[in-house]
């Protein structure tokens, strides 16, 4: 009968899966406000902030339903991506776990005002695995993209500083693409040339004609130039826009291309293709525009070296073209004002300005009238000026001198310069004047600082990986390949051992040392041990058992895994393993299965050995009953004691199929050619017969129903489902057996009208030894062993079909047996 009602202001209890399903956008809402406490999650839209974790609660939540949920698959996609989103968003690691910690703690709050504190144990166990196994799951991604790209960078900058001009950087920028992202077959540097034109500068890969042109607006990178945008296309042969006589695509499958963009101004458009694959995967997109956004700053550096090298050369001609001739003259003087880079004439013997180019005007924000007579200390920052004499002394005395000095503007600010100064002296040999060429290097600087800055950065998150290792309750041993020697363990390793770790001993050592044996008790030969496997051919080891000798003399269990360390070319730097200790769950396991067997195998014995009493009984009472002698009162006993034994024999054939199943490899089928409507007509007929108030239907049935069966088998499952739909039903509604042809298959359903079944008992519905729970059927039928379900699906199972059950208030309780008409070929 169903329990009283409940109080109308005390909320329901809702299993979390079920609240996580219905509520999610209602946790999201409350998480955005609480997540945008983070600096980093200010300034995204909704969408943008909420990623996929609408996807991560829904997939937790089905993940809940399941027996035996595999977190990692399941978890794995999501984690990855919206962890790679947050490293391109600004995000740092911290920021990204607090994200999951706000959300567990939004979940929590929420549910338990919402009457969740009911909950079973597994299921909050296996949110808590999956918000866990999601946080790991970001950091391992995060970490790996952001010491992917960190290092790219690095290559970046140090390829910048070997090479300062473009033709030099621009070759080894696409080389270290090309080393970095594995799946790129064509990378291509566009420089901007003019106003409406694009000049391939560089390339790598076939296909590319560099020097070629191509019109800002049109073709691939052309409208990435126009748009400023970063373009995608997973089949370049097949899109218009990637179609160009300057980079053909004929054979190239994905093809992306982002802006070269600083201050606002475009320098060019970079371009990488895949001949391998359609799909790039989102950290390759990731640190490609990482890089790009990087090489564009080196990009305007190195171009305005170039510049500054350009104009040095220049001045230098056009200083001696001065003295040759009034020509020569007045083109220096054109060069000299129009020069983007800053150039002053200073005196010989006093450090005054004879004259200052437009563009060192600008660089101090002054007019060329207002510097000129001006002494040189005017544009140097007072902090500054104790090195001007010893630079005009090292320019007097070499052809030419080169330093860095802070320089004032007129306004008080500072910048950063770099300063070639070249002496002209008279016949003499007395200078003159010296003519210097200014640069603002402001950007070069902010460049330096930042791979300072990045190399802390990594740094740092060394040293948290460190204090990780620390903090794990695995033990981890890390190798060097080329010595073999162990280099690092964390602390577990000496607690599960009992000794201190000895650093530089040999990995092919470690297993005599720890007295390391298979579960059979042989010794693990010196160059089995998993980790000297992973160092010497590259094996990954995923769990393998092993003993260990502790200090104390006692056998520890322990699964040992173990993987290589690789280089960006592949080869095996290091290796690492994994100890955790598992004896006490060995031995549990151990316990319990002899515990299992023993019980099952008593069960068996006893079902077997009961049979020859209970068939003694059975024939006494079917003589007695037709012996037209006995009296009415001990006729009534006798039929009692004949129905009794008849329910022990059905308890014990259940329990003989149960043992069956569980020891003999199944519950025996034996196929015979048969017509399963005859068998469903059968178990009907058994059914009206026990349940004469009652009414059966038996719809569908047009088709063909003949195949390989069991019959009497298969007249259980009737029997069974019909009865639960019978026993759970109103008397006054009926219930309903249909057949329906489906080809090579046949399929019976049974449905009755009624309360469904609770959502928390479908899981283990067919789980043997169940009894019936608040009028609704666990397994079996009421009063029995609680089998009945369980053997039902074992017979499905036999005839190599399966069975489902769906059941809902508004459509009732549905069985669903799909039977093949013939036995499956063999395994």
């Not at 006093?350 to 002054?366: E, S, Y």
């Not at 309360?755 to 067919?766: G, Q, R, V």
């Amino acid at each position: 009968m169903p329990g009283p009602e409940p109080h109308p202001d005390t909320p329901l209890p809702i299993p979390l899966a079920d609240f996580l399903l219905k509520n999610r956008d209602a946790i999201m809402s409350a998480w955005e406000v609480e997540v945008r406490s983070i600096p980093a999650a200010q300034a995204l839209a909704g969408p943008a902030l909420r990623d996929g974790l609408p996807r991560l609660l829904e997939t937790i939540a089905l993940m809940m339903r399941e027996p035996r949920p595999e977190l990692t698959q399941g978890l794995g996609a999501i984690s990855d991506h919206h962890a790679l989103e947050r490293l391109g968003e600004g995000f740092d690691l911290r920021q990204v776990v607090a994200e999951y910690r706000l959300l567990r703690s939004c979940v929590l709050s929420l549910w338990s005002s919402r009457g969740g504190a009911t909950a079973r144990p597994d299921e909050e166990r296996v949110f808590h695995e999956a918000m866990d196994e999601a946080v790991a799951a970001s950091v391992s991604r995060y970490t790996r993209a952001r010491e992917r790209t960190l290092q790219a960078l690095d290559r970046i900058s140090a390829a910048a500083l070997g090479s300062p001009d473009v033709a030099g950087f621009l070759p080894r920028l696409l080389q270290v693409l090309r080393e970095t992202v594995v799946a790129v077959d064509v990378a291509v540097v566009l420089l901007r040339e003019g106003d409406n034109l694009l000049r391939v500068e560089s390339a790598v890969g076939e296909g590319v004609d560099v020097g070629g042109r191509v019109p800002v607006g049109q073709g691939f990178a052309g409208t990435i130039a126009a748009t400023r945008q970063p373009l995608l296309v997973h089949d370049a042969s097949s899109d218009v826009r990637a179609h160009s006589d300057v980079v053909r695509t004929s054979d190239v499958r994905a093809l992306y291309g982002v802006p070269l963009v600083l201050d606002d101004a475009l320098i060019g458009v970079a371009l990488m293709g895949s001949r391998a694959t359609s799909e790039l995967s989102e950290e390759d997109l990731l640190l490609f525009r990482a890089m790009a956004n990087r090489a564009t700053a080196l990009l305007a550096q190195a171009q305005a070296h170039a510049r500054e090298r350009e104009a040095h050369e220049e001045a230098e001609v056009s200083l001696g073209r001065l003295r040759e001739s009034e020509a020569g003259l007045r083109r220096w003087e054109e060069v000299f004002f129009r020069l983007g880079v800053g150039v002053v004439v200073v005196a010989g013997e006093h450090d005054v300005l004879l004259d200052v180019n437009p563009a060192f005007a600008r660089m101090h924000g002054a007019t060329p009238e207002e510097l000129v007579g001006k002494p040189l200390e005017t544009v140097i920052a007072p902090e500054a000026r104790g090195m001007l004499p010893r630079h005009a002394a090292a320019a007097r005395s070499k052809p030419s001198h080169e330093y860095e000095s802070l320089h004032l503007r007129k306004d008080g600010s500072r910048f950063p310069a770099f300063t070639h100064v070249t002496a002209f002296r008279d016949e003499t040999g007395k200078v003159a004047q010296r003519v210097a060429t200014v640069m603002d290097i402001t950007q070069r600087r902010a460049v330096e600082t930042d791979r300072q800055r990045l190399l802390s950065t990594i740094e740092s998150e060394r040293a948290r990986l460190a204090a990780v290792l620390e903090q794990l309750p695995a033990g981890v041993v890390i190798a060097d390949a080329a010595s073999g020697r162990l280099a690092l363990a964390n602390r577990q390793v000496s607690t599960l051992t009992g000794r201190p770790f000895q650093p530089m001993s040999n990995v092919d050592a470690f297993a005599g040392d720890y007295g390391a044996c298979h579960l059979d008790g042989r010794p693990y030969a010196p160059d089995a041990w998993p980790l000297s496997r992973s160092l010497r051919t590259g094996e990954v080891v995923q769990g393998e058992e092993a003993m260990l000798r502790h200090e104390d003399g006692r056998s520890m269990t322990v699964l040992v895994s173990s993987a290589p360390i690789r280089d960006r070319d592949g080869d095996i730097i290091a290796g690492v393993a994994t100890l955790t200790d598992v004896t006490e769950r060995r031995r549990a396991q151990e316990a319990a299965l002899q515990a299992a067997r023993f019980g099952e195998r008593l069960i068996a014995i006893v079902s077997h050995d009961l049979r020859n009493p209970l068939n003694a009984i059975h024939l006494s009472t079917t003589q007695l009953l037709h012996s037209e002698a006995l009296p009415e009162r001990e006729r009534r006993l006798v039929t009692r004691i004949a129905r009794s034994s008849a329910r022990m024999t059905r308890m014990i054939s259940e329990l003989l199929d149960f043992t069956r199943g569980r020891l003999g490899g199944g519950i025996p089928v034996h196929r015979t050619a048969g017509d399963l409507r005859a068998v469903v007509r059968q178990g009907v007929e058994e059914l009206e017969a026990a349940w004469p108030e009652r009414t059966l239907r038996v719809a569908g049935g047009t088709g063909r129903y003949e195949g390989q069966w069991d019959a009497d088998r298969l007249l259980q499952v009737v029997s069974n489902l019909g009865g639960n739909a019978l026993q759970y039903s109103q008397a006054d509604v009926p219930v309903t057996l249909t057949l329906t042809d489906q080809g090579d298959t046949v399929v019976l359903e049974v449905h009755n009208p009624g309360e469904p079944i609770a959502p928390d008992a479908l899981p283990h519905l067919f789980d043997p030894f169940r009894r019936a729970t608040n009028n609704h059927p666990v397994s079996g039928n009421s009063g029995g062993l609680g089998l009945g379900l369980y053997i039902v699906e074992q017979v499905v199972k036999g005839h190599g079909g399966h069975i489902e059950v769906t059941s809902t208030q508004e459509a009732g309780t549905v069985f669903r047996v799909t039977l093949p008409r013939a036995p499956p070929p063999p395994a």
